[in-house]
C-alpha cells in the first residue's frame, strides 16, 4: 500500500491505521516511536508532545492509555479520551 501525506479531511470506508510506523524513517509519517500518554492532556512519542487543548477531533494509537494497555484515544479539545470506553486516559 502506498504511503500518502495530505491536508484536508479523511473519508475511510475500511478504517484508518493510526500510530508508529516501524517501516518508516523519523521523519516520516508516523515515525517509528509509538505515543504514549503523559498526563490526560498530553501524550508523546519521545520527540513530539501533543496536546489535546490544540488537538480536537485527532485521533492516536498510544501504548499505556488503558489504565496501562494499548488502546486508541482522540482528544474531545479538553482531554485524551478512550476509545474504547470515552473515559480520560490512564496509564494506571
Known sequence: MAKTTFEGPVVS??????GSDPNASDTQQGGTNPY???NVT???NGTFVIDATTSEGTL???NNGA???ATLCFSD???WLRAD???NVSTS
Open 85 to 87: 470506553t470515552n473515559a
Open 42 to 44: 498530553s501524550i508523546t
Open 77 to 79: 479539545g479538553t482531554t
Open 36 to 38: 504514549t500518554v503523559t
Open 60 to 62: 492516536f494509537y498510544v
Open 13 to 18: 470506508l475500511k478504517g484508518v491505521i493510526v
Open 67 to 69: 489504565n496501562g494497555a
